[in-house]
């Protein structure tokens, strides 16, 4: 049997009339002959009853007392109930279907609460419920360690769930819904205007979700890619073809959509800036500095280095221990709070000139101060004060034309042309070649450490 996992986010299961809409996912591809497999995450946001922030407030939310492994336990229950609350409704309109926790649809995992990674999966009850011909409802987020312990996998951690089902499953597609209609040229929150982006590989993917992008994690991404299985991130309660996600060969055959030489605009705000600099050329100070914060853990980002001295950012939360760090150690360093890092990804500028150049004319035009850059084949790096943050991202949207649709993107959104017949297809393309990505996991199959992918356009988790 053909296996088709489909991940519903909170706010896609937060009220009855968004569940029909779940419903009706569900059964169509159930019609089709597919067998679903369904992860949910907890119902609604922050507020709502059963919400996993909501059972954090519970329990006296980031200040709370409570020990990291009772942690989990109260706020895994929240997918429980969700997965529940689902397979109600399937029964309802007569989907038979059976909901299993993490641990019961064997999601085997590390014993580190709050933060587990899924260490090997064992979905024999899954299968024992498919072959029955049910729709299997899996409580997201979460999984159980060797020893017994329920755990919980961070942020976004029902994705992961759906992608590594789809792994251990070889399902012919993973499915992402949510509130959004897909991975869009930047975030709708901030830019109104932004579209759903129609094609992106794995690599592409990971990276524009670590720069801020966080509708989908790229944990998930990167175990989907290990086989090669495509996903795709669409809205719930749209009809739009939303993104499809495969592998770089799929996507650079010809005649598919590839002429963007920017795909997208991500942010990350809460950044501090930290410049240290000698009234002499020394060369052993960027040394000294970097070894310093690796020795406290304080991981770093947007390196500059010059003869005199270095400039980089830390987490906000980060920065105060890294100026007493570096007083302590003799450093006069400057430090810059309420700063956000403003990236522009496209893996189609590598060696493409002037991509700098109009990002700095757009920010510049706008009044908006560059505090910082950096790049890399496929991103862009600024720096900018938070409070200015989001024009930087609605101005450079604009400047690279990401608010107009191409022909080619067109076709596929409505199916028509030789663009969308293939769009369409792309999927089936995708599974039928199932091109080996040439990529090895030094932890096991399912807590991957990937770093490149055929594009190389995938970066590891920090620096
Ligand atoms: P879910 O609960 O379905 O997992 P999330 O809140 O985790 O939903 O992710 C969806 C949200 O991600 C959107 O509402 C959107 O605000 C945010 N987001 C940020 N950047 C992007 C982007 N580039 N494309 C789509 N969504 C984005
Ligand atoms: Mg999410």
Redesign the pocket.
């Known amino acids: 049997m053909e296996i088709i996992v489909q991940k ?5 299961v937060a009220d009855a009339a968004r569940r029909a809409r779940v419903v009706e996912h569900i059964r169509r591809e159930w019609h089709a002959g597919y067998g679903v497999v369904v992860v949910v ?1 907890a119902m609604g946001r922050r507020g709502d009853p059963y919400a996993t922030d909501t059972l954090l407030d519970l329990i006296g939310g980031e200040k709370t007392h409570l020990p990291p492994r009772e942690r989990d336990l109260i706020i895994s229950t929240g997918e429980i109930i969700s997965a529940c609350v689902l397979a109600e409704a399937l029964w309802r309109s007569g989907i038979p279907s059976t909901v299993l926790t993490g641990a019961q649809a064997g999601i085997i995992t590390t014993d580190r609460f709050n933060r587990a990674e899924i260490s090997a999966l064992r979905p024999v009850r899954v299968q024992e419920a498919l072959s029955r011909g049910h729709v299997v409802v899996v409580a997201g987020f979460q999984g159980v360690s060797e020893s017994g312990e329920t755990t919980t996998l961070g942020r ?1 951690g ?2 992961t769930t759906a992608a590594a089902l789809g792994v251990a499953l070889d399902a012919r597609l993973i499915d ?5 209609d ?8 901030i830019a109104p205007e ?1 579209r759903p982006i129609r094609e992106m590989t794995y690599g592409e993917v990971a990276n ?1 979700a670590y720069l ?5 994690h790229p944990r998930a991404v990167e175990l989907a890619m290990q086989k090669n299985i495509p996903i795709r ?1 669409r809205g719930t309660l749209s009809d739009d073809a939303g993104t499809l996600i495969t592998s770089a060969s799929e996507l650079h055959r010809p005649g598919r959509v590839r002429e963007r030489v920017v795909t ?1 605009i ?1 942010q990350t705000p809460n950044v501090t800036q930290i410049k240290v600099e000698s009234a002499t050329v020394d060369p052993h100070l960027s040394r000294d500095v970097f070894r310093l914060m690796a020795e406290n853990d304080i991981s770093v980002d947007l390196i500059n280095v010059f003869p005199r001295g270095v400039a980089y950012t830390v987490k906000a939360e980060d920065g105060p221990r890294a100026k007493a760090l570096l007083e302590a150690h003799g450093f006069q360093p400057e430090i810059t709070p309420g700063c956000a890092k403003v990236s522009v990804v496209g893996a189609g500028m590598a060696g493409r000139p002037g991509v700098m150049a109009t990002i700095v004319e757009a920010l510049v035009g706008a009044g908006i101060r560059i505090l910082q850059s950096a790049d890399s084949h496929t991103t862009i790096w600024v720096l900018v004060r938070e409070a200015e943050m989001a024009e930087a991202v609605r101005v450079l949207h604009r400047q690279f034309r990401l608010d107009a649709e191409t022909d080619a993107e067109s076709a596929i959104r409505t199916g028509t042309g030789s663009e969308g017949t293939r769009g369409a297809k792309a999927v089936r393309q995708a599974d039928e070649e199932r091109v080996p990505v040439a990529v090895r996991d030094p932890k096991g199959a399912y807590g991957p450490e990937v770093t490149r992918e055929r594009d190389g356009a995938c970066r590891s988790e920090g620096k």
Do not use: Q
């Open positions: 519903f986010g909170g706010t896609s995450s976004g029902s994705d992402i819904y949510t509130d959004v897909g991975v869009m040229t930047a975030d709708p929150r932004a524009y801020g992008a966080k509708v989908i991130v997208g991500a």
